[in-house]
């Protein structure tokens, strides 16, 4: 009767899988919001079943998946459906969130890198190549602009632009599938918990502290970049931009924990903090103020100081 059960509700949530799957790729505009919800029904089943039905749900997934959409259904399986696996079973353990997160996210960058790898190497279509010419393409028609209202001094400006924006490509895959592994756990946690799936809730922003390490790291990378001044165009420029910018938004973050805790302390309305968080990522100076915040308060222990102060 249990095996009955189990494959009735295994059933179900292949079908909801299926039905997910083939909103997300015929039906864009609605896919584009849907495709999140994709891992819903492998967290669900995972969580709550041995290694020998998991596999056997996935294998069905994979022949379902090729089915209804062909190798682009392989692919949304490959991403979406081994990240729901993955989150699945760290839930059975009881992992924690921020372990989730990360194995979550690592799991959503191989992925794309697979996908990438794939594309690249049997139909012959370089994503980064198509970018770099669509960003070309978009250079030119504003270089033209720019001539015609006279302002010539920008094109090169622009240039600049749209090399750092191929060269921070490595940095976008890495933030981005932190967002993305976020994003599904928001989305499909409270989904999982209507279908009896215990999910601990996450610690707070304002207690997050990253480890003093992250900061050695920063600071060897700015130093490495003042003292070698590699050209720009080579592999260790990318390396050091990279390491860079991805650390100093994990700079931001800390600097937004600091100011969460400060909020907390002065029972300031979350609307505020809302607000804070959208212009760390919107406007620059606000940006850098918040980043010497979190190197601060991680570097000379500054929400302590200020929790003693108080």
Same mark, same amino acid.
Request: charged fraction near 15%; glycine fraction near 6%.
């Given at each position: 009767?249990?095996?009955?059960?189990?494959?009735?509700?295994?059933?179900?949530?292949?079908?909801?899988? #299926?039905? @997910?799957?083939?909103?997300? +790729?015929?039906?864009?505009? !609605?896919? %584009?919001? $849907?495709?999140?919800?994709?891992?819903? &029904?492998?967290?669900?089943?995972?969580?709550?079943?041995?290694?020998?039905?998991?596999?056997?749900?996935?294998?069905?997934?994979?022949?379902?998946?090729?089915?209804?959409?062909?190798?682009?259904?392989?692919?949304?399986?490959?991403?979406?459906?081994?990240?729901?696996?993955?989150?699945?079973?760290?839930?059975?353990?009881?992992?924690?969130?921020?372990?989730?997160?990360?194995?979550?996210?690592?799991?959503?960058?191989?992925?794309?890198?697979?996908?990438?790898?794939?594309?690249?190497?049997?139909?012959?279509?370089?994503?980064?190549?198509?970018?770099?010419?669509?960003?070309?393409?978009?250079?030119?028609?504003?270089?033209?602009?720019?001539?015609?209202?006279?302002?010539?001094?920008?094109?090169?400006?622009?240039?600049?632009?749209?090399?750092?924006?191929? #060269?921070? @490509?490595?940095?976008?895959? +890495?933030?981005?599938?932190? !967002?993305? %592994?976020? $994003?599904?756990?928001?989305?499909?946690? &409270?989904?999982?918990?209507?279908?009896?799936?215990?999910?601990?809730?996450?610690?707070?922003?304002?207690?997050?502290?990253?480890?003093?390490?992250?900061?050695?790291?920063?600071?060897?990378?700015?130093?490495?970049?003042?003292?070698?001044?590699?050209?720009?165009?080579?592999?260790?420029?990318?390396?050091?931009?990279?390491?860079?910018?991805?650390?100093?938004?994990?700079?931001?973050?800390?600097?937004?924990?600091?100011?969460?805790?400060?909020?907390?302390?002065?029972?300031?309305?979350?609307?505020?903090?809302?607000?804070?968080?959208?212009?760390?990522?919107?406007?620059?100076?606000?940006?850098?103020?918040?980043?010497?915040?979190?190197?601060?308060?991680?570097?000379?222990?500054?929400?302590?100081?200020?929790?003693?102060?108080?």
């Amino acid at each position: 009767m249990k095996n009955v059960r189990k494959l009735t509700e295994g059933a179900i949530l292949l079908a909801a899988y #299926t039905v @997910l799957l083939l909103i997300t +790729i015929y039906i864009p505009l !609605v896919g %584009s919001i $849907i495709n999140i919800v994709l891992p819903a &029904p492998f967290i669900i089943f995972t969580a709550k079943n041995n290694l020998k039905n998991i596999a056997a749900f996935f294998v069905a997934s994979i022949i379902i998946s090729f089915i209804a959409a062909s190798f682009m259904g392989l692919a949304m399986m490959l991403i979406y459906g081994t990240t729901g696996v993955i989150i699945g079973y760290m839930l059975q353990r009881n992992k924690s969130r921020s372990a989730i997160l990360i194995a979550s996210s690592l799991t959503i960058m191989a992925g794309m890198i697979i996908f990438y790898v794939v594309t690249s190497a049997f139909m012959k279509m370089d994503i980064t190549h198509e970018l770099q010419a669509a960003l070309n393409q978009s250079l030119k028609q504003s270089e033209e602009m720019a001539k015609s209202v006279g302002k010539e001094s920008q094109i090169e400006q622009l240039k600049k632009q749209v090399d750092m924006v191929i #060269t921070l @490509l490595p940095s976008v895959l +890495i933030l981005g599938s932190i !967002v993305a %592994s976020f $994003i599904i756990q928001w989305v499909c946690f &409270p989904i999982a918990k209507r279908f009896g799936v215990n999910v601990e809730p996450w610690g707070s922003l304002r207690n997050l502290s990253l480890p003093r390490s992250m900061l050695w790291y920063l600071l060897i990378a700015l130093g490495a970049n003042l003292v070698v001044r590699p050209e720009e165009g080579t592999y260790l420029f990318s390396v050091l931009t990279n390491a860079i910018y991805i650390l100093g938004t994990f700079m931001v973050v800390q600097g937004l924990g600091f100011l969460f805790n400060i909020f907390h302390q002065k029972s300031i309305p979350k609307g505020i903090r809302v607000l804070v968080v959208i212009l760390a990522f919107m406007i620059p100076i606000i940006h850098y103020i918040i980043m010497i915040l979190g190197i601060t308060d991680i570097g000379f222990d500054l929400r302590k100081r200020f929790t003693k102060k108080e």
